[in-house]
């Protein structure tokens, strides 16, 4: 079974200083047939304008990621972190029983633009925790880069759940395969460029979801950048 999500079907929430689509409902965007994908809760994908940013506020019970693709974002929280997040780092936070943290632009002259990512954990009441890392971009060149999966392989991000987030770039012609075991399903959101996916031709800020499918095949048209997120 495969369903596509269209980047231009997303929800839209618009306060001037945040521009966000959302795959998934979240806030003010209500959407009965987009509520969640397996443990996948939010993927949300943000720019945020000079001077922007959101407030101090709280968070339980989710893993939390956050990726930077253009700009930076600072980053408080009441754990004791306090960073900035580049292009090409990710953040981890899981909530757990609780944290509060915020998020602004720090930039005087450039927007950030970022995906912040939602995943159910596989239970309440984790304790908080807190990863930051740099992913290089030749990890993704070529080959699939682990970035989350819940026992850290390959020097990823641990995540509270039974998934696996995968990253790869892919130029024109380049083709890229992903097998699911019995029982697991895939999202595939497509964060720049083109692809074609089992036959499927998506375009930036496209995802699709796949179920029932054993291999998943990934070929590039003009170069960009997938995320795969490998769910129980």
């Known amino acids: 079974m495969i369903r596509i999500r269209r980047a231009g079907e997303r929800g839209i929430t618009d306060f001037g200083w945040l521009d966000s689509r959302h795959s998934f409902a979240f806030g003010d965007y209500h959407d009965r047939a987009h509520q969640?994908?397996?443990?996948?809760?939010?993927?949300?994908?943000d720019r945020i304008a000079v001077g922007g940013g959101f407030p101090s506020h709280p968070h339980r019970d989710m893993e939390i990621l956050t990726c930077v693709l253009t700009g930076e974002l600072a980053h408080?929280?009441?754990?004791?972190?306090?960073?900035?997040?580049?292009?090409?780092?990710?953040?981890?936070?899981?909530?757990?029983?609780?944290v509060v943290h915020s998020e602004f632009n720090p930039s005087e002259t450039e927007a950030v633009h970022?995906?912040?990512?939602?995943?159910?954990?596989?239970?309440k009441g984790h304790k908080p925790?807190?990863?930051?890392?740099?992913?290089p971009a030749e990890g993704k060149t070529g080959s699939w880069q682990t970035i989350a999966s819940i026992d850290g392989r390959d020097d990823?991000?641990?995540?509270?759940?039974?998934?696996?987030?995968?990253?790869?770039?892919?130029?024109?012609?380049?083709?890229r395969t992903h097998?699911?075991?019995s029982k697991r399903a895939a999202w595939l959101h497509l964060i720049d460029g083109s692809v074609n996916v089992n036959g499927h031709s998506l375009s930036a800020g496209d995802a699709i979801a796949i179920?029932?499918?054993?291999?998943?095949?990934?070929?590039?048209i003009e170069a960009g950048e997938v995320l795969l997120f490998d769910l129980a």
């Open 129 to 135: 925790e807190y990863e930051q890392k740099l992913f």
């Open 211 to 220: 179920e029932d499918e054993p291999t998943i095949r990934i070929e590039g």
């Open 179 to 181: 097998s699911l075991a």
């Open 156 to 175: 990823s991000l641990t995540v509270h759940q039974d998934m696996i987030l995968l990253a790869t770039r892919l130029t024109a012609g380049d083709v």
């Open 114 to 123: 970022l995906l912040q990512i939602w995943v159910m954990p596989d239970r």
């Open 76 to 98: 408080r929280d009441s754990m004791g972190n306090g960073t900035t997040i580049r292009p090409g780092e990710w953040q981890k936070m899981t909530a757990g029983t609780g």
């Open 36 to 45: 969640s994908f397996r443990t996948l809760r939010v993927l949300n994908d």
